[in-house]
């Protein structure tokens, strides 16, 4: 029998946007990109996600547009 | 002279025609500057993400121009200076990527060849016999 740390199915990590092809990430795509925040508007980091170097670039620029523009929030309100 | 593409958050309670005549403030000096309005997207009110200068909402104007580069300043100045505009973005909009342009190069040829294989399809169905004299020696 697995030890309790190995018996957790291991799965590798794949860049979701690599697998659905996607040449640029558009920051007006609000809906997309907040796949890639955290409930308090964090940017999700590469070693959760999985995501490739070039796409993580992509997201991080995207997603500080997109602040600018009040499309995404900058943090979360309701810790205040 | 480049790609740009520029965001204009407005007051939520602005009427129609002001929104217009807002366009026509930021499109005009574009083409007196010798620049070209590529495309203008309205997105209407959203709400925002967070509240700017106690507002819930924007409305939101989106423009895709080719200006000279001093023309940007300028602009952010002007957007700067008009109360009515909550929020203002201009990027360089992204070049087409090599790999893109290659793509979409490809969609054209299997287009042609597609179109063109019909039609040679056409052509043999209708004269089958003299396509036999054309084959090469």
Redesign the interface.
């Known amino acids: 029998m697995a030890r309790d740390g190995e018996s957790r199915s291991f799965r590798r990590k794949f860049c979701k946007l690599c697998f659905d092809k996607v040449?640029?990430i558009d920051?007006?795509d609000d809906r997309r990109l907040s796949r890639f925040i955290t409930d308090r508007g964090k940017i999700v980091p590469r070693r959760i996600s999985g995501t490739c170097a070039r796409h993580q670039a992509q997201i991080t620029e995207a997603v500080k547009?997109a602040?600018?523009?009040?499309?995404?929030?900058?943090?979360s309100?309701q810790y205040r | 002279m480049k790609l740009y593409e520029t965001?204009v958050?407005f007051e939520p309670g602005l009427e129609e025609a002001r929104i217009n005549e807002e366009v026509e403030r930021i499109t005009q000096p574009i083409t007196q500057a010798g620049g070209e309005v590529v495309d203008v997207q309205r997105w209407g009110k959203k709400k925002?993400?967070?509240n700017?200068r106690k507002r819930r909402d924007?409305t939101?104007i989106?423009v895709k121009h080719k200006s000279p580069a001093t023309l940007i300043g300028e602009m952010d100045r002007r957007f700067r200076l008009n109360e009515s505009v909550l929020?203002h973005?201009t990027?360089l909009a992204?070049k087409e990527?090599p790999?893109?342009i290659e793509e979409a190069a490809k969609a054209e040829e299997a287009a042609k060849a597609e179109s063109a294989s019909k039609a040679a399809a056409a052509t043999t169905e209708a004269a089958t016999e003299p396509a036999g004299e054309a084959t090469p020696e």
């Open positions: 040449e640029r920051y007006k547009r602040r600018i523009l009040a499309l995404l929030p900058f943090t309100d | 965001t958050i925002l993400a967070y700017i924007g939101y989106h929020r973005l990027i992204p990527s790999r893109a």
